[in-house]
């Protein structure tokens, strides 16, 4: 279970911002978008608006890559303002933020922020009182990767990733699905069933004894009753009776 915010935090043109949403709904792809699995949700343009997506929006995987495809998105806020909507609004239980799921933040930004301590402030934040897993995306040669692994959760090796361009983006959404997939599992583990599994009942067999000689069978005791009988069909049946009938053969 868990609840996927994602956010575009471009300067640049719209065509890059589309990219960034193409980008965004290839990784839904590998959700498993459901009521009681993976939300997801996207942080609206401006950070002031109520989000056209927000945690409760979907209950299934089509339904959100249908929306998001009818997205037409302008240039994003700034960092810090993304990473504040991110806290104040987008993993709210107004917008459908569930207690019990695993909270993840992807934001994509092509420059450093310009106030980078008011934006790894607000990081801190979103991760210390929302309990937000962040990962940061930088593109282009604008952004410092250095300064923003300080926004990245720690290992900031495994959250935080850097492109040459808004097309090499596609190039590592199998990386990023991997990195963030193993966190959409459930938070409750897995109750094993209490009652044993029933073995299957297999015969097992006996191991034959030579009944040419009857003093060897008497003396490994290696007999039952259906022999008995068939050896000596007057056998006295009570109990006792049967060593006597084998000593009577």
């Known amino acids: 279970m868990a609840d996927v915010v994602l956010a575009v935090s471009p300067r640049g043109s719209d065509e890059n911002t589309e990219k960034a949403l193409e980008f965004f709904r290839e990784l839904t792809r590998g959700f498993d978008v459901s009521h009681d699995k993976v939300h997801v949700g996207l942080v609206p343009k401006d950070c002031r608006d109520i989000p056209e997506i927000d945690l409760k929006t979907f209950t299934s995987r089509d339904e959100a890559l249908d929306t998001i495809d009818r997205l037409t998105r302008q240039a994003q806020a700034d960092t810090t303002?993304?990473?504040?909507?991110?806290?104040?609004?987008?993993?709210?239980?107004r917008y459908g933020a569930r207690s019990r799921a695993k909270k993840l933040a992807l934001v994509i930004v092509d420059e450093t922020p310009d106030n980078m301590a008011a934006a790894r402030k607000e990081a801190e934040r979103l991760q210390v009182k929302?309990?937000?897993?962040?990962?940061?995306?930088?593109?282009?040669?604008?952004?410092?990767?250095?300064?923003?692994?300080?926004?990245?959760?720690?290992?900031?090796?495994?959250?935080?990733?850097?492109?040459?361009?808004?097309?090499?983006?596609?190039?590592?959404?199998?990386i990023v699905q991997q990195a963030v997939c193993p966190a959409c599992e459930s938070t409750t583990p897995t109750r094993q069933p209490t009652t044993p599994t029933?073995?299957?009942?297999?015969?097992?067999?006996?191991?034959?004894?030579?009944?040419?000689?009857?003093?060897?069978?008497?003396?490994?005791?290696c007999y039952d009753l259906a022999r008995v009988i068939r050896l000596s069909p007057g056998a006295d049946l009570t109990p006792g009776g049967w060593e006597i009938a084998l000593g009577r053969i």
Do not use: C, W
């Open 81 to 93: 303002d993304v990473l504040r909507y991110m806290r104040k609004a987008s993993f709210s239980q």
């Open 130 to 174: 929302k309990g937000v897993e962040l990962f940061v995306i930088g593109v282009g040669k604008h952004v410092k990767p250095g300064k923003l692994r300080r926004l990245a959760t720690d290992p900031d090796d495994q959250h935080m990733f850097h492109v040459a361009n808004y097309d090499d983006l596609y190039s590592i959404v199998p």
């Open 198 to 221: 029933r073995q299957p009942t297999t015969p097992t067999r006996q191991p034959t004894t030579d009944h040419s000689d009857v003093s060897t069978l008497a003396s490994s005791r």
